[in-house]
């Protein structure tokens, strides 16, 4: 069979674009290497429906965040999925970090943010009252959704409207030949009038299998979770104020959709794309692809990189785990941090050593590829596929 597009990822972007293209009357197949869907960044993260203040503006995070959280929200409370507005609080503990807050309300403001206002010490309190600091930016709006359960209902909804799911099919290779393109995966070939990939971890990797020279690398940030064991001591979201220069938030607090709390994640460099079983486990194709990569070495070459790594390698230590966490949260105790799982950002790093923030999209005749599709990937994906999807049918 001769498909009109086909899917390469069954993530949450993967789903959401099959699911979109599927219901415009597309044949579509989704080819996934996993036996299900959100097997890596869609299904280990902290589940955040994110506001939008955090992005620049015009980046197209931004453009992506406000609609994408409300059309996130009415789709799951359309199919039943755990979905629901906690609040967020970012705590400042020096004039610094409170002028860093200012500097969020203006560019949430020109982002079309709802709700979002400064806050001092007692009205801090109120909305947190286990927290402390001399101010705080409260988002209302900020949520919380059950993200696995979020990704199966999308790609329902892609195979009632037709789509096809091929799991435990990892992509082999891509070539363009008349018109359409030959795909090559684990148990047998098929054929697409166009293609779009959504491959998280191993974009860059997949990219490259369909001849298209992409200058950048995905370098893998593993972090670690905790579970807080009395999780009546947070409310909602309660985040410190992150470091504008580096796309890592910190160590926070994250109520869950069933009432738990996650603390976390950390974010140290990663010596496997998926590595999620020990802090130390490594995967030798993954650590020599970084080795070959001029852009790891001009990245560690900077000194605010390298001073941030140290900050972050302290965290493989629970005793420092555990102070970052205790200056958001005073009364949280030792024994509070129960280990939960990990998970492994998919970060995209130029030749030039950056550590790129935004969304990115790479396109060549008949595919789109989506790119650096970390956080708030969950938040705007539903208009990220229809943009995605606009982009391959024209």
Request: proline share 6%.
């Amino acid at each position: 069979m001769r498909w009109d597009v086909a899917v390469v990822g069954a993530g949450v972007v993967g789903c959401a674009v099959a699911r979109s293209l599927a219901r415009r009357g597309q044949r579509v197949l989704v080819l996934e290497k996993e036996p299900e869907v959100a097997r890596h960044q869609s299904g280990r993260n902290s589940g955040v429906v994110h506001a939008g203040f955090t992005y620049k503006p015009q980046s197209l995070k931004a453009r992506f965040s406000v609609p994408g959280a409300a059309q996130l929200k009415a789709y799951c409370a359309e199919r039943g999925v755990p979905c629901r507005e906690v609040g967020k609080l970012v705590v400042a503990r020096s004039e610094a970090e409170r002028a860093e807050l200012q500097r969020l309300l203006v560019q949430g403001a020109a982002n079309g943010v709802p709700g979002l206002r400064l806050l001092g010490p007692e009205e801090l309190r109120e909305v947190e009252p286990e927290s402390s600091g001399i101010a705080a930016l409260h988002s209302p709006r900020t949520g919380i959704v059950d993200g696995t359960a979020y990704v199966r209902a999308l790609a329902a909804d892609a195979q009632e409207a037709g789509a096809s799911f091929r799991f435990g099919e990892p992509l082999r290779s891509a070539e363009r030949r008349e018109g359409a393109w030959q795909l090559r995966a684990e148990r047998g070939e098929h054929v697409a009038d166009r293609v779009v990939t959504c491959s998280g971890l191993q974009s860059d990797r997949v990219v490259r299998a369909f001849g298209l020279r992409w200058p950048h690398r995905v370098v893998p940030f593993r972090g670690e979770y905790y579970r807080l064991r009395r999780p009546e001591l947070v409310r909602g979201l309660l985040y410190p104020v992150a470091d504008p220069r580096f796309p890592f938030v910190g160590i926070h607090f994250t109520k869950r959709t069933d009432g738990s709390v996650l603390v976390g994640p950390s974010a140290v460099l990663a010596l496997g794309r998926e590595a999620y079983r020990s802090k130390l486990q490594a995967q030798p194709r993954d650590v020599a692809a970084m080795a070959g990569f001029g852009g790891f070495w001009r990245m560690l070459a900077r000194r605010d990189v390298r001073a941030q790594a140290r900050r972050e390698l302290a965290h493989l230590m629970p005793r420092r785990y555990f102070r970052s966490a205790q200056a958001l949260l005073p009364a949280l105790r030792p024994d509070d941090l129960v280990p939960s799982h990990s998970g492994i950002r998919a970060q995209v790093v130029s030749p030039q050593g950056e550590l790129l923030d935004d969304l990115l999209l790479a396109e060549q005749e008949g595919a789109v590829h989506v790119m650096n599709a970390v956080s708030p990937g969950l938040t705007c994906s539903l208009p990220l596929a229809e943009h995605v999807a606009e982009r391959v049918l024209a």
